[in-house]
Every structure is written in structure tokens, then in C-alpha cells.
């Protein structure tokens, strides 16, 4: 590798993919760049909305003059209109790792998206396909009866799946039971069936917390400067380009709450306060996800950051050691 960077060959040995995960405002971005510029990385981001291009204030995306010349890969790959995938994500995102290594440096993956670190390191079920009069029906449900009622058959039939997606999400508690319904077993099952996309990989994986009141100060601070950097602006050009605002990026976090801000539904300290209290939820869901992630090795980053990149480089610089050393052993 080049110099100034650890560098520790794994010739033959498993090739390493380094994650780091967890909620939102935990320092992800800063130190996935600090660890690729020590070990010779490129960020691979596993984001659901930072896929889309033109949509950067509210997702956060690393602005270039702060990547200090670490390539961030898996972000601007789709136009705001596509129906963007996890299956997809973890099809693309799985070439993309193999292409840094194969460059000779090492893939490090960061990002809060559970549903695409799952599908990239465990699998994911792409399911059958669309049945329209199926869906119809559990859409007049919904519309009948509320997305309360189609969480509740969700939670009958698959608790885990129930207890990940929420309650108002319509599409997603569609699709769960739209699956079992065609194929007679939840959606939980058929993900622990599939295989995953990297199995030749040692995936090393760290996941971020902080206690909640940090996260609070954090996101306030963030969404301060998303509308101070013209997230207002950014959506307003958005949708002068063209792009609708039932385009799949706009319902995501901030932006959906944004749009509804121009739209008259409240005033921008209302809404500003509302972003605030539903990224401290979305943090508590992102925690409850990574927990059940198997083999991932929880570092406290409440602290300073210089501490918590240490920590994270001495694990990985063992996980390459040790890699080393087995291939030594191997040639004796």
C-alpha cells in the first residue's frame, strides 16, 4: 500500500470488509474517512436516500472539499424517480467492494441503512412478484381500516418483520404480507434462507452509540445547519427540475417533513422541531435493528473521537494481523 498507510498484506486470506453502522449523528461519516486514510480505504455508503442524486443537504452526504480525497462510492447512483431496492443495493454494493479490493485497498462501509447492511453481508429475499389484486386489496384495507390494522395482521403472522417496519409504512407492510400470502411463509423466514452476496468476505463490523441526550443536542445542531446550508432551496429546485414529490426520496426523514413545511401543513420552527423528534425516533429504531446484527462489536463514541478511532484502528489492525499470520501458517 502507499506510504503513510498501515499496511498490512492479506494476500491469500480472506479478503476484509470493514463496516461501520449504527444511529443517525454518531460520527459515522468522520470516522469511516479517518480510517480510509490510515488503511488505504474507500467509503462504500450504505444509505437508502444518499443514493439519489440531488438530494444532499438532508442525507447528509459528505461534501467533497471535507472527503480529503477518499473516494465515496455507492452515492449518487440512481435518479430521484427510480424505485431504488435493498436487493438492488446489495447486488450493486457487493461489486463495488470488489472492485476495492481488487484495487488493493480496503472497503469500508458506513452508513445507518440496516435493511442494506443486512441484505449486503447476510442476504436478502428479492420475493415474488408484484401481485396487483393482492395489493389492491390490502391497500383498501388500509384505506378502510388504517395501516393500523394491516401492522396488526403483520404481527400475527411475522412479529420480527412487524416489529421493524412502522406501522404507517404502507408499502413496506404491503410488501410483507403480499409474501406470505403468495408464499404461504413470512418474510423473516425467507430472509434467513438467502445467501449473502459477499461470503468470501471477513466482514469486521463496529456499530457507533452514543447516550440519547448527546443524540438529541447532535441532531438539533445537524437539522439547524441541513436548513441553514438551503435545504429549502435544494427542494424548491428539485421540484422546479421536475422531480415529483411523490418521488420516493421526498418521503424519506427531513424531506418529507420539509415538503410538508412549503406545502403550508406548519411553520418552519414547527417543523424544524418535528425533524428533531423524528430522528431521535429513528435512532432508537436504528439501535434496535444493529442490536441483532450477529458479530458486531459496539464502540461508545460519546467520547472523544481520536479515542474512538483508535479503538475501532486497533481492531482492525488485529483482524489484518491475524489474517497475516494464519496465511503464514498455512505456507509452513
Known amino acids: 500500500m502507499s506510504n503513510g ?58 461534501p467533497d472539499a471535507e472527503q480529503h480525497g477518499v473516494p465515496h462510492l455507492m452515492v449518487d447512483v440512481a435518479d430521484p424517480t427510480e424505485e431504488y431496492s435493498a436487493a438492488r443495493y446489495a447486488r450493486e454494493a457487493a461489486a463495488v467492494v470488489r472492485e476495492v479490493t481488487s484495487r488493493g485497498r480496503l472497503p469500508i462501509l458506513v452508513g445507518g441503512t440496516g435493511l442494506y447492511y443486512r441484505a449486503l453481508t447476510r442476504g436478502f429475499f428479492p420475493g415474488p412478484g ?20 394491516l401492522h396488526g395482521l403483520l ?29 404461504g411463509r413470512p418474510l423473516t423466514d425467507h430472509f434467513a434462507d438467502t445467501q449473502a ?9 463496529f456499530g457507533l452509540q452514543i447516550p440519547a441526550e448527546d443524540t438529541a443536542e447532535r441532531v438539533a445542531r445537524r437539522v439547524d445547519a441541513q436548513f441553514r446550508q438551503g435545504l429549502l432551496d435544494e427542494i424548491r429546485s428539485l421540484l422546479a427540475a421536475g422531480v415529483p414529490p411523490t418521488a420516493h426520496p421526498f418521503t424519506g426523514l427531513v424531506y418529507r417533513q420539509a415538503v410538508e413545511h412549503l406545502n403550508g401543513v406548519r411553520d418552519e420552527a414547527s417543523t424544524r422541531e418535528l425533524i ?4 431521535r425516533k429513528y435512532s432508537r429504531r436504528q439501535l434496535i435493528w444493529f ?37 503464514a501458517d498455512s505456507v509452513r
Request: glycine residues 6%; proline residues 6%; positive net charge.
Open 130 to 149: 408484484r401481485d396487483t389484486p393482492l395489493r389492491a386489496r390490502l391497500e383498501r384495507i388500509a384505506s378502510q381500516r388504517g395501516t393500523e390494522r
Open 5 to 62: 498507510h498501515t499496511s498490512l498484506r492479506q494476500d491469500s486470506a480472506p479478503p476484509l470488509l470493514v463496516a461501520i453502522v449504527g444511529p443517525t449523528a454518531t460520527g459515522k461519516s468522520s470516522l469511516g474517512i479517518a480510517l480510509a486514510k490510515r488503511f488505504d480505504g474507500e467509503i462504500v455508503s450504505c444509505d437508502s436516500t444518499a443514493v439519489y442524486r440531488g438530494f444532499d443537504i438532508g442525507t447528509d452526504k459528505v
Open 197 to 205: 452476496p459477499l461470503p468470501e468476505y471477513d466482514v469486521a463490523v
Open 276 to 279: 428533531v423528534r423524528e430522528n
Open 155 to 183: 404481527s400475527r403472522i411475522d412479529p420480527p418483520s412487524a416489529q421493524r417496519i412502522q406501522s404507517r409504512d404502507l408499502k413496506r407492510l404491503v410488501r410483507a404480507l403480499e409474501v406470505y400470502y403468495l408464499t
Open 291 to 327: 442490536r441483532k446484527e450477529p458479530n458486531l462489536q459496539w464502540i461508545h463514541a460519546a467520547g472523544e473521537r481520536d479515542e474512538t478511532r483508535e479503538a475501532v484502528a486497533r481492531s482492525i489492525t488485529a483482524r489484518l494481523r491475524a489474517a497475516r499470520d494464519g496465511e
